[in-house]
């Protein structure tokens, strides 16, 4: 009988999250081990998740299997603010430090999402940010509200803390920012550096991420570059990702040699081999 290729697809870095969960590391890693053990294929966001996995247990193949974003259509003539957009759960994985730098710069900030967050401490600092006088914050939308919101705004922003889970992950919202046709700064990340996007703008430090963005502000709309990130963003849609999870699935031909940037068209292609360490 056959019963297909096992497939565990990893999204974020459980082990470095286990007290998140309520779960110990010990547990958490005897988990993800057995189930690394068991599959066929092992897929993660990340490369650097990737690399993690196998140091967890050994497997022989692996690919990264990044996030998706939707297909966000042009919504005709709009007219976008001198605003900065912030879209996503609220918590400790953002830096603080920069969005404070952000509100004191005197620029509108438009913030959507729901708050997650758990430190009392993190959770002060984010109320006086999120009640400043140039900061709007909607709380949680719905993805027709994203949509009207996303079409407003001038640049969005990725500002996240780093840390070992934050390095692993592969942020949704830089994506979806892209799909809208919004360049997006970002704080550097493996996931930023695979992309290879040169409307993403990846930053070292909170100087250099403000610097960026007040820059990215003050520009002129070019409607060419809208275009060319709504291009983009297409190669990474959600469509896009459940075509190359079925070829993967259905034993169609995936590639042989990984993805060096993350334009990726056609086939999944960011495939690689992982030798037991």
């Known amino acids: 009988m056959n019963t297909g290729q096992r497939i565990f697809y990893v999204t974020d870095d459980w082990l470095s999250s286990a007290h ?10 005897k988990i993800v081990a057995r189930n690394l053990s068991a599959a066929d294929v092992v897929a993660a966001v990340t490369p650097v998740l990737l690399e993690s996995l196998n ?16 297909e966000i259509s042009p919504r005709g003539e709009v007219r976008r603010r001198r ?15 920069i969005l ?39 709380g949680a939308v719905s993805s027709t509200e994203l949509q009207q919101y996303l079409a407003r705004i001038s640049v969005g922003i990725t500002p996240y803390a780093d840390t070992e889970f934050n390095r692993s992950s592969f942020p949704l919202k830089t994506l979806e920012y892209l799909a809208a046709g919004v360049p997006v700064v970002a704080t550097s990340s493996p996931a930023v550096d695979w992309l290879q996007c040169d409307q993403i703008y990846g930053a070292e430090d909170t100087a250099s991420f403000v610097g960026r963005t007040l820059e990215l502000l003050d520009a002129s709309w070019d409607m060419a570059e809208e275009e060319q990130r709504r291009n983009f963003a297409k190669n990474h849609s959600w469509r896009q990702r459940a075509r190359q999870f079925s070829e993967l699935i259905g034993h169609s031909p995936v590639g042989n040699t990984p993805s060096e940037h ?8 960011s495939v690689s081999t992982i030798k037991e360490p």
Not at 56 to 65: D, E, L, M, Q
Request: glycine share 12%.
């Open 83 to 97: 605003e900065i957009g912030l879209f996503g759960q609220l918590n400790e994985r953002l830096d603080l430090e």
């Open 55 to 70: 140091k967890t247990a050994s497997f022989t193949r692996g690919i990264v299997f990044p996030n998706g974003c939707p």
């Open 100 to 138: 404070e730098q952000l509100q004191l710069s005197g620029v509108r900030i438009l913030v959507a999402g729901p708050r997650t967050d758990t430190d009392k401490a993190f959770g002060s600092k984010l109320t006086r940010f999120l009640e400043s006088e140039n900061v709007q914050w909607v």
């Open 262 to 269: 993350g334009e990726a068209q056609g086939t999944l292609k």
């Open 20 to 29: 998140l969960t309520g779960f110990s590391q010990q547990y958490m890693r």
